[in-house]
Structure formats: structure tokens, C-alpha cells
């Protein structure tokens, strides 16, 4: 067991974010606090699933999406590092990112990687202007965790695909232009990861039906999403047909390394710990110490994980490691402020403070969900141990 824990560890090389990268941080800052000005804490709550388009199209007019894609493209032509900074900064304050999210992080990457000439020079430079959205169509109503028996199907057709099916949990389909899709191209589900594509499908075509799905907090953040003899053209398709398993691998390790993972109760902390104030009693004090020691190492291994982006390896382990453990801090703060408050009945908490953990406490089941249960991360990392 030790020697496995060697490993593991060694799997996270201390990583340094560069100057160049720390140096853009004051401006991000100043910017989102300006933008921020009066929006109240439970709204900013939301962080990286609060939708505003404006905010993205105001961001991005300061070059800020796009940030690794190249200046060709609309790219800022900078490097993981300089992503990581921007997206903490945006995280910490409880920016509204949810409308330029996913095209940012994951679909402008995978189009650079796998997209045709014609698919880069048209996706990239809308998404680095903050006016093209994505949402990920992975999930399906009986393929989940068990993503390998997507059911939704892309036929060829003269001149192009038909696709059928239904996707189910997309966040944000219903104000997303583009959805990039997982699906079956060969084969039937029980041929598993053989046959499956990705395409990318314009949701304003015909025979696409999207209804938004409430969740218990009152809002809609996600939809299900059905294709009735959606007709698409031969360039809808991305990368290679059949390869969809390994494409979607390769970015499931941007979805699930990010500091997103650990700061999706980040506000909540920073209005108790301001509460708290300079003289915090002691069971109090211990607890904020203990989410900061657990918090510090987390980032440390977000940061590793960049790095390992940057140099083009695809760590799907470590970041499955990183989110499981992440997110159950971020699902431990709610909870354990909650139970702090409630010892100390004579202390009048702030509303906002209430209404902010009100709102996490509603939502907080949902962070080891999103993006792939605990329960199947921890079957990747017992395998990426050699455990299983
Ligand atoms: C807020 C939110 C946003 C989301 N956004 C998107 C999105 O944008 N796009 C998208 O495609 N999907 C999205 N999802 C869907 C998400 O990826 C799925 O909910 C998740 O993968 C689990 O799938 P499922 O809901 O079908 O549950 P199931 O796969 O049915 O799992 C149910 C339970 O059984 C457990 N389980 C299943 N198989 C095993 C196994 N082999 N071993 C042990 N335990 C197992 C699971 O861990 C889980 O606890 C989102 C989900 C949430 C909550």
C-alpha cells in the first residue's frame, strides 16, 4: 500500500503558477469586483452555474475567453496557467461564467484539437467574443454513469447525418446555441465505447425540443433535450467518426480538474469567516482552519493537474482523485456552517449569510453528481491503483 501511495502522490509534481500568469490577476480582480458591485451573495452563490450573458460578452471584450486558444482563432494565445488565475478569480468572487462555461473550457479545446480548418475558423472566434454557447449533451435517461449505452443515434443520410434520441440533465441546452453531443454511429448499445461520435448540433434546427427541468431550488439550470429526425451536415460531425469514447475521455480531465471542483461554496465561506471577524471562539476558529488546510492542497493538486494539461497528457486519474475529493469539501461547508451556527443561538447571523447558506444547503447534494458520481470516480481511481 505504501508504494501505491508513493505513487499517487508523485502523480501531483509541486507546480508553480508562473509570473506571467499571477500577473494578470490584479486587473481580473478589479474588473469582476466592479461588475459584481451590489449583486448580493446568494446570487453569486451560483458561481460557475449562474447564467449572464452580458457578464460573458463583457468579459470576453477584455480578451479573457479563449484565453489558451491561439491569437488566429481569436485566442489570447497564453497558456493553461493564465486560464487556471482567470477562472479562480471569477470562482472566488461568484461571477456569473455559466453562459461562455462550457465553450471555454472544454468544447473550444476539443474543436482546436479534433475540429476541421472549417470548424476552428468558425466556432473558435464566436466563442472568444462571449456570443456562441455550448452545453454538453453526455447524458441520457438510462445512460448516466453507464455512459457507453448512449441510445441516441446518428444515421447517415445523403449529404449529411439524422439524428434521434433524447439527452437528459444538460445544463443550460435551453440558452445554449450548440450542443456537442455524444452518440451512436455504428453498432448498438450493447457494442458499448465502439460506434460512438461526437457531433455538434445547432439547436435551433427542426425536430429539436428542449424543456427545462426545475430543480429543487426553484431554477432551471438544466433541460432535456429531444432530436426527432434532426437533419445535419456532413461537417456537424467532429474528429472521427467512431471515436467519440476518446474524445469525450479527453475532456472529461478539463471537467473535472478545475478549481470549480473545490470553490463552489466559496462565498458562503468568505461571509461566515467575515463573521467570525478577528476574534472567532475557538470550536469556530478550528473549523475555519480545518476547510483552509483541507482547501490549500486541493488547489496545489488543481494547479499539478494544469500543468500536466499543459504539457499535453490527458490525466484522467488524477482528476478524478482531485473532483472527488474536492467536491466533498465544497459539500462540507454548508453542512458544517450550518451546525456552527446552530451551536451559537445567542449570535445573530447575518440574513445574507443565512439566505446564501439556505441556498447551498439546497444544493450542495448536487457538486459530486454534476460531471460523474463519487461512486464511479472512485472506481476509476481504484483502477488508475491497479485495485481493481
Ligand atoms: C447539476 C447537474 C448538472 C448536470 N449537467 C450535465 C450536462 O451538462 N450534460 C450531461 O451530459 N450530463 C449532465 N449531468 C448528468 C450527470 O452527469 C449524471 O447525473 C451523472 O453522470 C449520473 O448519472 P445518472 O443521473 O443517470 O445516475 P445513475 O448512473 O443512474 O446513478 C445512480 C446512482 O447509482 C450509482 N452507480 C451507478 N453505476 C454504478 C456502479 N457501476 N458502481 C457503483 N455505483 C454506481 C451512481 O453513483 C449514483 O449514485 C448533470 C447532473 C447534475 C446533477
Same mark, same amino acid.
Given at each position: 500500500?505504501?508504494?501505491?501511495?508513493?505513487?499517487?502522490?508523485?502523480?501531483?509534481?509541486?507546480?508553480? #503558477?508562473?509570473?506571467?500568469?499571477?500577473?494578470?490577476?490584479?486587473?481580473?480582480?478589479?474588473?469582476?469586483?466592479?461588475?459584481?458591485?451590489? *449583486?448580493?451573495?446568494?446570487?453569486?452563490?451560483?458561481?460557475?452555474?449562474?447564467?449572464?450573458?452580458?457578464?460573458?460578452?463583457?468579459?470576453?471584450?477584455?480578451?479573457?475567453i479563449g484565453l489558451t486558444l491561439p491569437k488566429e482563432y481569436g485566442g489570447a494565445g497564453l497558456? +493553461?496557467?493564465?486560464r487556471?488565475?482567470?477562472?479562480?478569480?471569477?470562482?472566488? +468572487?461568484?461571477?456569473?461564467?455559466?453562459?461562455?462555461? #462550457?465553450?471555454d473550457?472544454?468544447?473550444a479545446p476539443?474543436i482546436l484539437?479534433? !475540429?476541421?480548418?472549417?470548424?476552428r475558423?468558425?466556432?473558435l472566434p464566436?466563442i472568444c467574443?462571449?456570443?456562441?454557447?455550448?452545453?454538453?449533451?453526455?447524458?441520457?435517461?438510462?445512460?448516466?454513469?453507464?455512459?457507453?449505452?448512449?441510445?441516441?443515434?446518428?444515421?447517415?443520410?445523403? !449529404?449529411?447525418?439524422?439524428?434521434?434520441?433524447?439527452?437528459?440533465?444538460?445544463?443550460?441546452?435551453?440558452?445554449?446555441?450548440?450542443? #456537442?453531443?455524444? *452518440?451512436?454511429?455504428?453498432?448498438?448499445?450493447?457494442?458499448?465505447?465502439?460506434?460512438?461520435?461526437?457531433?455538434?448540433?445547432?439547436?435551433?434546427?427542426?425536430? *429539436?425540443? $428542449?424543456?427545462? #427541468?426545475?430543480?429543487?431550488?426553484?431554477?432551471?439550470?438544466?433541460?432535456?433535450?429531444?432530436?426527432?429526425?434532426?437533419?445535419?451536415?456532413?461537417?456537424?460531425?467532429? !474528429?472521427?467518426?467512431?471515436?467519440?469514447?476518446?474524445?469525450?475521455?479527453?475532456?472529461?480531465?478539463?471537467?473535472?480538474?478545475?478549481?470549480?471542483? $473545490?470553490?463552489?461554496?466559496?462565498?458562503?465561506?468568505?461571509?461566515?469567516?467575515?463573521?467570525?471577524?478577528?476574534?472567532?471562539?475557538?470550536?469556530?476558529? +478550528?473549523?475555519?482552519?480545518?476547510?483552509?488546510?483541507?482547501?490549500?492542497?486541493?488547489?496545489?493538486?488543481?494547479?499539478?493537474?494544469?500543468?500536466?494539461?499543459?504539457?499535453?497528457?490527458?490525466?484522467?486519474?488524477? +482528476?478524478?482523485?482531485?473532483?472527488?475529493?474536492?467536491?466533498?469539501?465544497?459539500?462540507? $461547508?454548508?453542512?458544517?456552517?450550518?451546525?456552527?451556527?446552530?451551536?451559537?443561538?445567542?449570535?445573530?447571523?447575518?440574513?445574507?449569510?443565512?439566505?446564501?447558506?439556505?441556498?447551498?444547503?439546497?444544493?450542495?447534494? *448536487?457538486?459530486?453528481?454534476?460531471?460523474?458520481?463519487?461512486?464511479?470516480?472512485?472506481?476509476?481511481?481504484?483502477?488508475?491503483?491497479?485495485?481493481?
Amino acid at each position: 500500500m505504501a508504494t501505491t501511495l508513493t505513487l499517487t502522490i508523485h502523480n501531483f509534481p509541486p507546480t508553480v #503558477i508562473p509570473a506571467h500568469a499571477e500577473g494578470l490577476r490584479a486587473e481580473v480582480k478589479a474588473f469582476i469586483t466592479h461588475q459584481l458591485e451590489g *449583486v448580493p451573495p446568494q446570487t453569486r452563490a451560483k458561481t460557475w452555474t449562474g447564467f449572464d450573458a452580458a457578464f460573458s460578452k463583457a468579459f470576453a471584450d477584455r480578451g479573457w475567453i479563449g484565453l489558451t486558444l491561439p491569437k488566429e482563432y481569436g485566442g489570447a494565445g497564453l497558456d +493553461a496557467f493564465s486560464r487556471f488565475v482567470v477562472v479562480e478569480e471569477l470562482l472566488a +468572487a461568484g461571477a456569473p461564467v455559466a453562459a461562455h462555461w #462550457i465553450g471555454d473550457r472544454q468544447s473550444a479545446p476539443l474543436i482546436l484539437h479534433y !475540429g476541421t480548418d472549417a470548424q476552428r475558423a468558425f466556432f473558435l472566434p464566436q466563442i472568444c467574443r462571449g456570443e456562441l454557447f455550448f452545453c454538453i449533451g453526455m447524458s441520457e435517461p438510462n445512460s448516466g454513469s453507464d455512459l457507453a449505452s448512449v441510445r441516441t443515434r446518428a444515421d447517415r443520410v445523403e !449529404g449529411g447525418w439524422k439524428i434521434n434520441g433524447q439527452k437528459i440533465w444538460t445544463t443550460y441546452a435551453h440558452q445554449s446555441h450548440y450542443m #456537442i453531443a455524444l *452518440v451512436r454511429t455504428s453498432g448498438t448499445s450493447e457494442d458499448r465505447q465502439k460506434g460512438l461520435s461526437q457531433f455538434l448540433i445547432d439547436l435551433s434546427l427542426p425536430g *429539436v425540443t $428542449i424543456n427545462p #427541468i426545475t430543480m429543487g431550488t426553484g431554477d432551471s439550470d438544466f433541460s432535456e433535450v429531444f432530436f426527432d429526425d434532426v437533419m445535419l451536415g456532413e461537417d456537424a460531425l467532429v !474528429g472521427i467518426e467512431g471515436n467519440g469514447w476518446q474524445q469525450v475521455n479527453a475532456e472529461l480531465a478539463f471537467e473535472r480538474s478545475g478549481p470549480e471542483r $473545490i470553490y463552489s461554496s466559496l462565498v458562503l465561506l468568505d461571509l461566515w469567516a467575515n463573521m467570525l471577524g478577528d476574534d472567532p471562539d475557538p470550536a469556530d476558529a +478550528a473549523r475555519l482552519g480545518k476547510f483552509v488546510a483541507r482547501l490549500a492542497p486541493l488547489r496545489e493538486m488543481s494547479v499539478a493537474i494544469t500543468g500536466l494539461l499543459a504539457q499535453g497528457q490527458s490525466p484522467l486519474n488524477e +482528476a478524478a482523485l482531485f473532483k472527488d475529493l474536492g467536491t466533498e469539501v465544497e459539500q462540507q $461547508i454548508p453542512a458544517e456552517i450550518a451546525d456552527a451556527i446552530a451551536a451559537r443561538p445567542d449570535k445573530v447571523a447575518d440574513p445574507d449569510l443565512l439566505r446564501t447558506l439556505a441556498f447551498l444547503m439546497q444544493l450542495n447534494h *448536487v457538486f459530486s453528481l454534476r460531471g460523474g458520481t463519487r461512486e464511479i470516480l472512485r472506481g476509476m481511481i481504484a483502477r488508475g491503483l491497479g485495485l481493481r
